[in-house]
């Protein structure tokens, strides 16, 4: 089963900062790899699919990059509605599951 | 508008059951991959089960197999989620999801098993 770690925890930064999200997966997951965001109370919002593509309606602000078991999701100026959990998720294609990391909080500093 | 609108949700006794359901608008749900994903109190996301667009593959996460079931209905734009032998440990919100990358969610549904 593959198990994707996402560092660090907590992030803390102020607005306009750059942040800088890791995912790490514990093998390959070639490009299978996407991002959401998640404010208190609200169901997760999908950032990035397939490594690197924005979703639709998502800001350029948000990039995606990395490949096989090395990811990272870059906010390049933090604006105040970016403050949330950030998760990553991977899908494998056999077994077929899909598998989150445990999250990373990003929190005004 | 795109929209899912899950229901169902409750408190349960262990060893009980409920069947979620989650009603879709606004897209062609006959063509989307839908998935049931569940976060406990606190913690983080867990995908739960999915299923393919005509219903022929259906895949669960290790802890549901033999206890939850996820079906659909096409022709009324619905996916389910029937949830038998409840444990403690199955207390979360659920959310219905649709697509291989989860987009659009719905609002989520609390489900809680407590004696």
């Known amino acids: 089963e593959i198990v994707l770690t996402q560092s660090p925890a907590t992030l803390s930064l102020s607005p306009g900062e750059r942040a800088t999200l890791s995912c790490r997966a514990s093998?390959?997951?070639?490009?299978?790899l996407a991002w959401y965001q998640q404010k208190p109370g609200q169901a997760p919002r999908l950032l990035i699919y397939d490594a690197s593509n924005r979703a639709t309606g998502i800001p350029a602000r948000f990039s995606g990059s990395g490949s096989g078991t090395d990811f990272t999701l870059t906010i390049s100026s933090l604006e105040p509605e970016d403050f949330a959990v950030y998760y990553c998720?991977?899908?494998?294609?056999?077994?077929?599951?899909?598998?989150f990391g445990q999250g990373t909080k990003v929190e005004i500093k | 508008e795109v929209q899912l609108v899950e229901s169902g949700g409750g408190l349960v006794q262990p060893g009980g059951s409920l069947r979620l359901s989650c009603a879709a608008s606004g897209f062609t749900f006959s063509s989307y991959w839908m998935s049931w994903v569940r976060q406990a109190p606190g913690k983080g996301l867990e995908w739960v089960a999915n299923?393919?667009?005509?219903?022929?593959?259906?895949y669960y996460v290790d802890s549901v197999k033999g206890r939850f079931t996820i079906s659909r209905d096409n022709a009324k734009n619905s996916l389910y989620l029937q949830m038998n032998s409840l444990r403690a440990e199955d207390t979360a919100v659920y959310y219905c999801?649709?697509?291989?990358?989860?987009?659009?969610w719905g609002q989520g549904t609390l489900v809680t098993v407590s004696s």
């Open positions: 998720q991977q899908r494998s294609n056999w077994p077929p599951k899909w598998t």
């Open positions: 299923i393919k667009q005509d219903g022929s593959e259906k």
């Open positions: 093998q390959s997951v070639s490009s299978y």
């Open positions: 999801a649709g697509g291989r990358w989860f987009d659009p």
